[in-house]
């Protein structure tokens, strides 16, 4: 079993930025990749990001390409989630999500962490 636990969401001006973290209790968090999702008022859950268990594989959605970057620290059970030139449109709630073979499915594992907001403003 895999705890996830998302923190560092926040309100921040359009071209800003916010790191996002999320933290995983469980002994095998470092054997699984980690995705981040979103999900914005009235509209589906999206993938956004994902990482591979190694840190080798990265896999991010065409409308955060070059503005996020997903970085993990195995020692640290702890994924990262760098977002900068944030968007009104980057407003959602933030899920971190862990399994086995996301970022090549791009479909979500078992494991959700609560969720942390983003809200940028223009």
């Known amino acids: 079993q895999v705890q996830l636990v998302e923190s560092g969401g926040g309100l921040v001006q359009a071209g800003g930025s916010v790191r996002l973290s999320c933290a995983a209790s469980g002994r095998t968090f470092s054997s699984l990749d980690v995705a981040w999702f979103r999900q914005a008022p009235g509209k589906e859950r999206e993938f956004v990001t994902a990482?591979?268990?190694?840190?080798?594989?990265?896999y991010y959605t065409d409308s955060v390409k070059g503005r996020f970057t997903i970085s993990r620290d195995n020692a640290k059970n702890t994924v990262y989630l760098q977002m900068n030139s944030l968007k009104p449109e980057d407003t959602a709630v933030y899920y971190c999500?862990?399994?086995?073979?996301?970022?090549?499915?791009?479909?979500?594992?078992?494991?959700w962490g609560q969720g942390t907001q983003v809200t940028v403003s223009s």
């Open positions: 990482i591979s268990w190694s840190g080798s594989t990265t």
């Open positions: 999500n862990s399994g086995l073979r996301v970022v090549l499915t791009h479909t979500p594992g078992p494991f």
